[in-house]
């Protein structure tokens, strides 16, 4: 037993997400408001601090200085982590139906 339950007809694959993410990434990433999983504060990162001397950029949060998300690029593509952020909100992009 796995613990997952069984889901039947309602069970989509990722690409049912594609619509919704496409939101997330299309809205100004410097308005979202990022709440740390370490202290918990919630800030929006534009107010994060931003180490770009790196291989990859490191954003920190800017109440507790914990790693927040790590985001490189290269010929392979672009690489986001995020675990140290507990929840990213953001509005919704002007004229975008909600």
Do not use: I, K, W
């Amino acid at each position: 037993m796995t613990g997952v339950p069984e889901t039947g007809d309602r069970r989509l694959d990722g690409n049912a997400a594609g619509g919704v993410l496409r939101e997330v990434f299309a809205v100004d990433p410097t308005t979202a408001v990022s709440t740390c999983a370490h202290c918990g504060r919630p800030a929006p990162l534009g107010e994060h601090l931003v180490y770009a001397d790196a291989p990859a950029l490191v954003v920190r949060c800017p109440g507790c200085m914990q790693v927040v998300l790590r985001c490189a690029s290269d010929a392979a593509g672009l690489r986001l982590e995020m675990t140290g952020v507990r929840l990213l909100r953001m509005t919704p992009a002007e004229g975008a139906a909600g």
